[in-house]
């Protein structure tokens, strides 16, 4: 198995790593084992919708991945890859390692996160212990991660955490946040009262455009009446003011913003026994 980065350097996308056969053995070893380690205990892959945070025992999955770095490329023809050369590559560029393996006839490519924190640079004095006594290294070099961030089956890429895959992969296609143009037809709905539309659209952070992107999605807006929207949040005591018109008023609090939102993202539940009702930050549809 060889050991390859994947760097934010447009050019050299990908590098591989000369292994001496010994250490070959032993990162290959490390990364079966972490791979081993991560499908250990999972018995539900959910399907990536933005929505639900993985329990243990789950993966998220997102089918018909686009490979855009050529991972799965660079496994097959790993003599296609340039070559770490110091002179030429920075460890700095480097935000992800993987290998490939054969796993029960299919191909897998695991993939490690890269942290700044693992790079061991040659700036500064940094020193290793080694022959009794310690000495000073006069070459840049890096520490594994203790576990996979993802895994690539075929055209499946799995993971637990979107926050940490997103950083590695560009997964915008698959949770994207509500743009310009969405925000603005959002804060225009004919249901809803913004006061400036502006000034919404100025202040609309990440958090608020992703909620305004599923809320559009789920289109409930669409689907059920101001009286049907009143009605189930007079259920759970959740207060919409309506302007002279009728329509829900948007609050300019950021806080009454956020929790509007999440209501109107269906984040808000009744447990069928107790009748306890409850905020959910994760949700899927249930079987």
Known sequence: MNLFALTDVAGSRIIRFPLSADLQDEITTIF???????????????????????????????SDFADMDGLANAVANPLAIDQYDPALHSLDSVKALFMGRVFENNTQILVQLFERR????????AMFFAGNQFQKMTDSGLSLDTKLLA??????????SFHFARRVFELSEYFKEATNEEVSTFAEHEKLAVEDVANFLESAGPQIRKKISLISQSAVLENFTVQE??????????SINLSEDGRIQVPTNRTELRRLLRFLDEDYYESPLSRTHFISNSKRIAD
């Open 32 to 62: 079966e084992n972490q791979g081993d380690a991560f499908f250990e205990g999972v018995d539900t892959i959910v399907p990536f919708d933005g929505r639900y945070v993985p329990e243990a025992g789950e993966l998220l999955s997102i």
């Open 118 to 125: 693992r790079l061991i640079a040659r700036s500064g004095l």
């Open 229 to 238: 929207i009143v009605a189930v949040a007079t259920m759970f005591q959740f």
């Open 151 to 160: 895994v690539i089956e075929g055209d499946t890429l799995k993971f637990q």
